[in-house]
């Protein structure tokens, strides 16, 4: 049950019972005390009228899914139910859920609940940011037919929900490569690819048993065994920019949530294409997840990219260094950032320099500014050349800008739009 805080709506009505009080005190006589006696039960019974009224309210809050992708709107259902024998005449609802997320409360006002009566709002909330965040924040508000308290009513979280970024189909993203991206025949140790059948020979010791071909061995009556192709897929790894510094603007319309929006996209395309993907990041707390392999393990980078924050100190550059002992060989490296320094310029021309794959993608972080478009950074425009001329793929993504068609679309070896 929600905690009833009761309040006196108007002082001044208590002002006039305390005068005819000292009326009746100073100058005595049947009036003054029959004045003061009226007004004093007046209050004990509006008193008693909205404690008794509005402690008997409940309500149940209800949503129509529990997941969402942000920017949605979430639509709700809040019943309230009078089980008290009193009317309650008047009420106000306010229902705060998300205003700590930057979303504005929704308000309601209402003629009240009649005695033993229920009532159902709907409204929606919205549009609702990337995170989880916990639905049924209500305040109700009310009191007794003479105006004179008014009782607050604060039912506290009851559903909770996820809002995952949005997630841009890619067609294409290209990066300038040392070697063709995808599947590629290899004389390396590798994992065995099930989907392509190379060879059935005769069991041989040192064979993995799990191989062995069980209708061919019956039929000839000596152990076969399966052999499958060697494959492996590009490394891919997707640095996000945690670093607070590095972004602009708030919630749905900054650089954060777009960034985020970016890599997700990023991830699922190379997951698509048979890609062991690792995202990497460094925020209030270190963000990696993987290497994994296969567009079914998706959603693990979803679940995770839902809590994800730009509260960091470390900018990209030093966590590129920080992973540059790490990458495996043939390994592609995307950034994905809103500020490029001359640090991060210098990390991505060292790791292509050292036979790396890169690509870069920097969010124009001047068109995301609340306060309106500023002049492009000092600098930016030379560093994305120098970029290019050295193979590193560049994107350059403004606030107006759909990303599957600034990633997806043809690259030509320079700073693309």
Same mark, same amino acid.
């Given at each position: 049950? +929600? ?22 005190? =100073? ?25 008794? &009224? ?27 139910? $009078? ?43 919205? %549009? ?12 109700? !508000? ?13 039912? %506290? ?18 990066? %300038? ?5 995808? !599947?590629? *025949? ?9 989907? $392509? ?10 064979? $993995? ?8 061995? &019956? ?44 890599? &997700? ?20 707390? +270190? ?20 809590? =994800? ?26 950034? =994905?950032?809103?500020?490029?320094? +001359? ?33 492009? +950074? ?10 290019? *001329? ?11 800008? *759909?990303?599957? &068609? ?10 693309? *739009?």
């Amino acid at each position: 049950m +929600p905690r009833l805080e009761l309040a006196l709506a108007d002082r001044r009505f208590l002002v006039l019972t305390l005068v005819f009080l000292a009326l009746a005190r =100073v100058a005595s006589g049947a009036l003054p005390y029959a004045l003061f006696y009226f007004t004093a039960g007046a209050l004990l019974a509006a008193w008693a009228w909205s404690r008794y &009224a509005l402690g008997h309210i409940s309500g149940s809050y209800r949503t129509t899914r529990t997941t969402y992708l942000a920017g949605e709107r979430v639509e709700v259902e809040f019943r309230l139910y $009078n089980e008290s024998f009193l009317p309650v005449p008047w009420l106000e609802l306010r229902d705060t859920s998300l205003t700590g997320a930057g979303v504005s409360e929704v308000r309601w006002a209402d003629r009240g609940l009649g005695a033993l009566e229920s009532r159902v709002f709907h409204y929606s909330l919205g %549009p609702l940011p990337r995170g989880v965040h916990t639905l049924g924040r209500v305040r109700v !508000r009310g009191g007794d037919g003479l105006g004179l308290f008014a009782g607050r009513l604060d039912f %506290p979280g009851a559903a909770e929900i996820k809002v995952y970024p949005r997630v841009h189909a890619l067609d294409a993203f290209w990066i %300038p490569a040392a070697e063709p991206m995808g !599947r590629r *025949r290899t004389q390396e140790r590798s994992q065995e690819d099930y989907a $392509n059948l190379a060879d059935v020979r005769p069991f041989a010791p040192g064979d $993995n048993p799990k191989a062995i071909h069980w209708k061919l061995t &019956a039929k000839r009556g000596e152990l076969y065994v399966r052999e499958y192709e060697k494959a492996v897929g590009t490394e891919f790894f997707v640095f996000l920019d945690l670093c607070r510094q590095a972004h602009e603007g708030l919630g749905a319309e900054g650089t954060e949530e777009r960034a985020v929006e970016v890599a &997700a996209s990023i991830v699922r395309f190379a997951l698509a294409r048979a890609h062991r993907v690792v995202l990497a990041g460094q925020g209030s707390r +270190p963000l990696r997840l993987g290497p994994v392999r296969g567009l079914a393990r998706f959603g693990h980078f979803l679940e995770t990219l839902v809590r =994800v924050r730009a509260d960091g100190e470390i900018p990209l550059s030093e966590v590129l260094h920080l992973y540059s002992r790490r990458l495996p060989r043939g390994a592609t490296l995307v950034a =994905v950032t809103a500020d490029l320094t +001359p640090a991060l310029t210098s990390a991505l021309l060292a790791r292509r320099g050292a036979g790396f794959p890169c690509a870069l993608v920097l969010l124009a972080r001047e068109t995301f500014r609340a306060e309106g478009e500023g002049p492009p +950074p000092t600098g930016r425009d030379p560093a994305l050349a120098r970029l290019s *001329r050295a193979g590193v793929g560049t994107y350059l993504l403004t606030r107006a800008d *759909r990303v599957a &068609a600034v990633l997806g679309g043809a690259y030509r070896g320079r700073a693309a *739009r």
